[in-house]
């Protein structure tokens, strides 16, 4: 069974900095995509940030410019370094990855809580 392990969140104030790292529990086979999603209470989950294995990415509307993720194939992990952080970001990170084959499927961290107030 494939875990993900999330680190890095925490509070900070408007306009700060954190670094959101996530590692796969194995680096024996690849994932298609690896990325971050977020959510606040009675509201879905929605998509942040993700990298393909061939180096795409793609970010939400709202974090475009601020956000930036970055993966390392070999190792199976994915960052999310965020500047300039807002309180609209607030809100429970998880690290999702894809898999193919045989280990086919989502696969979701544990979740680790940004919050961004003065």
């Known amino acids: 069974q494939v875990q993900l392990v999330e680190s890095g969140g925490g509070l900070v104030q408007p306009g700060g900095s954190l670094r959101l790292s996530c590692a796969a529990s194995?680096?024996?086979?690849?994932?298609?995509?690896m990325g971050w999603y977020r959510q606040v209470p009675g509201k879905q989950r929605e998509l942040v940030a993700t990298a393909g294995s061939g180096g795409s990415t793609n970010y939400a509307d709202s974090v475009k410019g601020r956000f930036t993720i970055s993966r390392d194939n070999a190792k199976n992990t994915v960052d999310l370094q965020m500047n300039n952080l807002k309180p609209e970001d607030t809100a429970v990170y998880y690290c999702n990855a894809k898999g193919t084959g045989s280990y086919a499927g989502d696969y979701w961290g544990q979740g680790t809580q940004v919050t961004v107030s003065s």
């Open positions: 194995t680096s024996r086979f690849r994932f298609n995509a």
